[in-house]
Nanobody, 126 residues
């Protein structure tokens, strides 16, 4: 059974940092396309970053230079380190995975994604 379980969300001040993580079970994070999407009520779901099997990553322009995705193989965990957070980064962040498609075939869209976590909330506010 595939499971994606996010953790690490919370409240952070503008300019601060936060790391969200995703514990994955049912497949190896190093063998498939995985990543993070985010959603704000009333707005279109946005791709934040995806990383492919060989470690190549694609970031949304809005987070380039501030966010970094990483994989922790032994723990089969995906991380998203976020720095210089802005109020517009406030959203629910979802861990995602594509088992049957390569990242480049659908990024920055989400059509190729097979699995979504339940999400973790990030609130950037003073």
């Amino acid at each position: 059974e595939v499971r994606l379980e996010e953790s690490g969300g919370g409240l952070v001040q503008p300019g601060g940092s936060l790391r969200v993580s995703c514990a994955v079970s049912g497949f190896s994070v190093s063998r498939y396309c995985t990543g993070w999407f985010r959603e704000v009520p009333g707005k279109e779901r946005e791709g934040v970053v995806v990383i492919d099997r060989v470690g190549f990553s694609n970031y949304a322009d809005s987070v380039k230079g501030r966010f970094t995705i990483s994989r922790e193989g032994p723990k089969n965990t995906l991380h998203l380190q976020m720095h210089s957070l802005k109020p517009e980064d406030t959203a629910t962040y979802y861990c995602v995975a594509a088992i049957s498609a390569e990242c480049y075939t659908f990024w920055p869209g989400s059509d190729g994604l097979d699995y979504w976590g339940k999400g973790t909330s990030v609130n950037v506010s003073s």
